[in-house]
């Protein structure tokens, strides 16, 4: 059943068929979440469409019945919610720790509310991931806060526009405080924004709703505070990290795929490594065309804030990248510690090596299946990719990983010819 994570489950891939066909993209997971929490800001019905059915978009619906939003499936991909009645004010650490973005409930709290009782995330797989930028930025817009027990405690009678120069361009960090700033009092200014494409439609959805900001997409946001914000309708934009996992399966399969609804204008960093790997791709009106028509040559490549490479697609490139021609480097410079799917492409019989933030990929002709382990949602992607293309069966477990960002991965690639069975967990 979509929403549930089987702990248990793993998925086995039989490699060696190059994909071909047609494949949709969904809505874009980190984008829905920041959306569906910023309908907390107003009274009114809110109505959100092409929203993947997703376990962490599960989680967050719980978090926010639990809070006393009403919502209701419309049809598969469109909810309407209400935050009418709202008495709630507490993000439990229950659900938080599965899902830091429920931390994205800070902003629009404070904001609505004036309080907001909020567990911190605390680290994860990929890094430490601290919340300090969102702290800092939600006391310089007037709010008081305390750290309690593991839980953010923050209070503000009324929050007031301020400057926010962001020590780095968070993204949580910015959704958090464009969010708060929307119902403030006076002008607030976000410096050195993130600028990732999700960004810009939480502003689109916000100033449907009546907010004022602009500047969203660059690194300085302006939102003019206003008293209160109405009703409105979004449709969630395609999401550019599924997008480019299906154009890489296409490059490491060999295989001629259209991925029907990604944007080019989205995924231009990752188009640029195509070009310079020598995968061929055509840009389409309504969708991206790759056809894997060769060993693609070895690159390095950086990841950085957008419009830079993004770190969520790092993982997948190792697994094309490791049947290259030639060596490439990836230097992982979002996170920390984003490197754990490498030792289990070696299993598959890549040739990599992790120093610090730096990974060395001398490409190979050939993977071999075998047993692998996913540790978190990309490293999880970019073994299934590797297995795609591997000679033989790969087994990978752990894969609830998956089912936190990818909706129904297994019938979408199946339909394009992939080998792909789940086993459920006993
Ligand atoms: C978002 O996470 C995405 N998640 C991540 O995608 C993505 O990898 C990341 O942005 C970077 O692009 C969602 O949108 C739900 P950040 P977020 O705040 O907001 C440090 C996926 O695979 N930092 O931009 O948590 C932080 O430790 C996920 O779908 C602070 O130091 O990322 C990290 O090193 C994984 N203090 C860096 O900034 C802060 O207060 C980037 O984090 C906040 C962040």
Known sequence: ???????????????????????????????????????LLTDEECRLSQVPKLVDIHTTLRLLRDLGVQYDWLNEHEVALSSRLVRCFEAPYELVKT??????????????????????????????RPVNIHLDGMQRLGASIRLRQGYVEAEASKLRGAYLPLEFPSVGATENLLMAATLAEGVTIIDNAAQEPEIVDLALLLNAMGARISGAGTSRITIEGVTSLHGANHVVIPDRVEAGTFLTAAAITSGDIFVRGARADHLAALLQTFAETGVHFSVQEDGIRVTGNRRPCGVNITTLPYPGFPTDLQAQLMAMLSLGVGHSTITETIFENRFMHAQELVRLGADIHVQGNIATIHGVTYLTGAPVMATDLRASVSLLLAGLAAQGETEVSRVYHLDRGYERIEEKLSRIGARIRRVKGS
């Not at 931390?103 to 907001?116: E, I, N, S, V």
């Open 1 to 39: 059943m979509w929403g549930r994570a089987d702990y248990m489950d793993k998925i086995v891939v039989r490699g060696g068929t190059p994909l071909q066909g047609e494949i949709v993209v969904s809505g874009a997971k980190n984008a829905a979440l920041p959306l569906l929490f910023a309908t």
């Open 99 to 128: 899902m830091r973005a429920s931390f994205l409930t800070l902003g629009p709290l404070l904001a609505r509310f004036g309080r907001a009782r909020v567990s911190t995330p605390g680290g994860c797989a990929i890094g430490a």
